[in-house]
């Protein structure tokens, strides 16, 4: 593998330039460029049907898609799929979590290490351990069929299972959908802490105070184009920002 | 009807049943983890027969044409892309499955008389000659339109039938093959005759089938299986793609309809067309377990084999349509408990 492009003092483990997407004639995302690098919690924000979701879906080859994405310092042409991404570390965790329902809490984790199990590693164990340290919540329901836990226990479920795939870029996609502000806040800690890891992520949100607030860059996401970037203490400042996203508590 | 007879239609019923519970699994795994409805499991069947016959009598037998033609258009579409995409490390790999292994089989066919191997690898021979058929057929007929609604892959599978059914004429001729029986213990009950082969069969599907629940409960791939069937989108998420899981579930489609004709081969004569009523009799078992349920779809597959095994006896001329019928009061209660979500 090429080495990575070094920016700053990080490597860039993602950059895309002029991304378009299109659903047949319409156009759902345009021109989008931006950059995650190692270590960092990007997030992209912006209201619903922006082009959030269709973004991570292009990025992570469940989409076609127009103009380039480097990833760890390779171009991803026309012919990426979500299996080869998948197995050069990138993860995605769905809005819908994906879970596979019928199965236990352990057997779900166990899937999340299939493509590592697949190509040689058996540490799936020891991942699964690490994951229950990160969401002792999970230790203790693994018995459980996916399907019978509550919302908050099913997104950490679905972060859990990404995780044991060991990615390099972890994208999350509105991880505080229909949670509870209690749950919101210890998962949005969580991805906080996950960036000792080292992974880079790309979290895109509806909830723009609970992103900028763990995020270190951001990105604002409008009608398919990017609006405004900047680092995300500096989005959270800004009047634009504040009056659609933050609302007047979002004042320090 | 005396004891003597009901034990003796019994056995028959439940040695049937059995070999049609192996299909009806075969066709609900198919099913959950493709969508496709696998008329062709019954031509596996025949298939699986009549390549040990032919091996037994010393023919080469025509499946192995089969397996190289199709070894070769897959090495060729396999190759292509990987041309175009310049992964030229692939290709290699891609002639060794596809083309290398194959050849290296049918040397072997030609280099060593099958027929005075010992059973146990006339057996082996037969599978490796046959089942590889089913990822093959799965890769070349399938995957290019995996995406299509059920129907259109029901019609692909219509399709894919007749042609098996054309080429085991092709490959077999018009008569149909028996072989000898595995083994000729036979045990007597009183005044019933209990045949060491129905054993056999009995025992060899229960195996068969308890090695099923262990590959699907405690295996990786087995487990990715069945998340493919519960959430294809999920599935692909972790890197199960779904042409591996297309592939893994049509070698154990393929692997249960051949080992299944080679079972039944000594107790009925098979035919290039015989697989066809044994795979919908299986199909029968798989709809009562709405072709989402392993164990009613095996349970089914018993009831239809012990309803046609007790109707020849009383109707035999319409043994067959009372099987069928069977279908009609199934299909009706199940629509009518059932709220299913429309398929698009």
Request: contains cysteine; charged residues 15%.
């Amino acid at each position: 593998m090429s080495s990575l492009a070094v920016d700053g003092e990080r490597p860039v483990v993602l950059e895309v330039r002029d991304l378009s997407v299109s659903y047949g004639k319409v156009q759902a995302l345009h021109g989008i460029a931006l950059k995650v690098h190692r270590g960092e919690i990007v997030t992209v924000i912006g209201p619903n049907g922006a082009g959030k979701t269709t973004l991570l879906s292009a990025l992570i080859g469940l989409l076609p898609a127009s103009g380039e994405i480097l990833y760890l310092g390779e171009y991803q042409g026309a012919g990426r799929s979500v299996e080869q991404l998948v197995r050069l570390g990138m993860t995605l965790v769905p809005e819908k979590r994906e879970l596979f329902s019928e199965m236990s809490v352990e057997d779900n984790l166990l899937l999340g290490a299939f493509d590592r199990y697949r190509a040689g590693h058996r540490d799936q164990l020891e991942t699964m351990d690490q994951v229950f340290d990160i969401f002792p919540r999970l230790m203790e329901r693994r018995e459980q069929l996916a399907g019978t836990l509550s919302g908050g226990e099913r997104q950490m479920l679905a972060m859990g299972r990404a995780l044991m795939a060991k990615p390099r870029l972890l994208l999350l996609d509105e991880p505080s959908l229909g949670l509870a502000p209690l749950i919101i806040r210890e998962i949005f800690r969580t991805i906080a802490q996950l960036r000792k890891t080292g992974v880079a992520i790309l979290l895109v949100e509806q909830n723009a105070r609970a992103a900028l607030q763990i995020a270190d860059y951001g990105y604002v996401l409008e009608t398919g184009e990017l609006s405004l970037a900047g680092p995300s203490s500096a989005l959270a400042t800004d009047p634009r920002v504040i009056a659609s996203y933050l609302g007047l508590g979002g004042r320090r | 009807m005396n004891l003597q007879i009901a034990l003796l239609l019994g056995q028959d019923g439940v040695t049937s049943g059995a070999i049609y519970a192996l299909l009806a699994l075969a066709l609900v795994l198919v099913f959950a983890v493709t969508r496709v409805i696998f008329i062709p499991q019954g031509e596996f069947v025949a298939f699986g027969a009549l390549t040990l016959a032919g091996l037994q009598a010393d023919r080469l037998p025509g499946t192995i044409w089969l397996l190289l033609a199709l070894g070769t258009a897959i090495a060729l579409v396999e190759g292509g892309a990987a041309l175009r995409q310049r992964r030229y490390r692939r290709i290699p790999l891609i002639l060794l499955v596809n083309c290398a292994a194959p050849l290296l089989l049918a040397g072997a066919l030609v280099a060593v008389s099958p027929a005075g191997l010992p059973l146990p690898i006339q057996v082996l021979l037969a599978l490796m000659l046959v089942v590889p058929l089913g990822p093959m057929i799965y890769r070349l007929v399938y995957q290019p339109v995996a995406e299509v609604s059920v129907l259109a892959l029901l019609i692909v599978s219509v399709a894919v039938h007749v042609t098996l059914i054309g080429l085991g004429l092709f490959f077999f001729g018009a008569e149909g093959s028996r072989t000898p029986a595995f083994t000729e213990v036979s045990f007597e009950f009183g005044e019933a005759v209990l045949q060491g082969q129905t054993i056999l069969v009995v025992v060899a599907s229960l195996v068969l089938i308890i090695a099923l629940y262990f590959f699907f409960e405690r295996t990786l791939y087995g487990k990715a299986l069945r998340a493919t069937a519960m959430n294809r989108t999920g599935a692909r998420l972790m890197g199960i793609s779904g042409q591996l899981a297309g592939m893994l579930s049509f070698t154990l489609a393929a692997a249960i309809g051949a080992f299944s004709g080679i079972l039944i081969s000594p107790i009925t004569t098979i035919y290039y067309d015989s697989g066809f009523l044994i795979g919908l009799k299986g199909f029968v078992g798989a709809i009562i377990g709405g072709l989402a349920s392993y164990p009613v779809a095996a349970a089914g597959a018993v009831l239809v084999g012990l309803l046609e095994s007790y109707s020849s006896f009383w109707a035999s001329a319409f043994k067959e349509v009372i099987v069928f019928t069977l279908i009609l009061p199934v299909l009706l209660w199940r629509s009518l408990t059932t709220r299913h979500p429309e398929e698009g």
